[in-house]
């Protein structure tokens, strides 16, 4: 369809699947010796997803945990690629999804908002112009000569979000950044991704907050079990959302009487 910036067609992802020891030599080699070992196997994770997204348009992506949300925005950024299908993005990504993943724990915190900015497509130069900006809107300008390792988890995410929101992307795409920090960082948050809202900038959105949906996005996306239940409007979309689970816990009670 012209206009559109992002194309899925037929996508479907199957994931390995660990059992609860294999993080562990022990308890693998005792659960082996027990009887109790089982083999890995694959999930489905996405199946046979269709989807166009134009050019500018807001999309809110909306679904219970383990729907499949966080795995659809990784796999239009290309971190994860599909078993079946197709998946095309035109332009310039700058994916929010695990803040501060790509930091360099031993490098100071400026020469990270360097790295980091040049990993989202930004020069260099760029990101030297950007470098008092991004420190203030992190409220971290005490810390720029300081290793990262030396973050807390909060610190850093704020970082991570205040490096990728001053590049130019022409798709963002964000997992959950409104819960970063407290409130008033929140605040700070919303009216940042609010200036995205009024350009061309194409954005899709994972958030448990569907009162932000319906506000902000022009069209929501279901996922139930990995597949599309429902593409519309975004208040159609989080109604009907909310209808499921509303109707799944009155089916719970009634079976539990």
Request: charged share 25%; net charge negative.
């Amino acid at each position: 369809m012209p206009g559109a910036v992002v194309a899925l067609q037929d996508v479907s992802l199957l994931r390995w699947m660990k059992d609860e020891y294999a993080y562990d030599l022990k308890n693998q080699v005792f659960s082996i010796l027990e009887g109790r070992h089982q083999k890995q196997t694959r999930k489905l994770v996405l199946a046979d997803i269709n989807v166009e997204i134009q050019r500018g348009e807001k999309v809110g992506l909306i679904g219970a945990n383990g729907a499949g949300k966080s795995t659809l925005l990784k796999t239009i950024c290309g971190i994860l690629h599909p078993t079946s299908g197709q998946v095309t993005a035109t332009g310039n990504i700058v994916p929010l999804l695990e803040l501060g993943a790509g930091f360099d724990p031993e490098l100071p915190v400026i020469e990270n908002i360097l790295l980091y900015g040049v990993l989202l497509g930004s020069s260099r130069k760029a990101m030297l112009e950007k470098v008092t900006s991004v420190l203030q809107f992190a409220e971290l300008q005490d810390y720029g000569s300081v290793p990262v390792k030396v973050l807390s988890s909060g610190m850093a995410g704020r970082l991570g979000f205040a490096i990728a929101t001053d590049v130019e992307p022409d798709i963002l795409i964000l997992d959950e950044v409104l819960s970063i920090g407290d409130e008033h960082f929140k605040q700070k948050c919303r009216r940042r991704i609010d200036q995205f809202w009024q350009d061309h900038v194409t954005v899709i959105v994972v958030s448990h907050e569907l009162e932000f949906i319906r506000q902000s996005c022009d069209r929501a996306i279901w996922l139930d079990g990995g597949r599309v239940a429902f593409d519309g409007p975004a208040r159609e979309a989080t109604s009907r959302y909310v209808s499921s689970i509303e109707r799944e816990a009155l089916e719970t009670i009634a079976r539990l009487r």
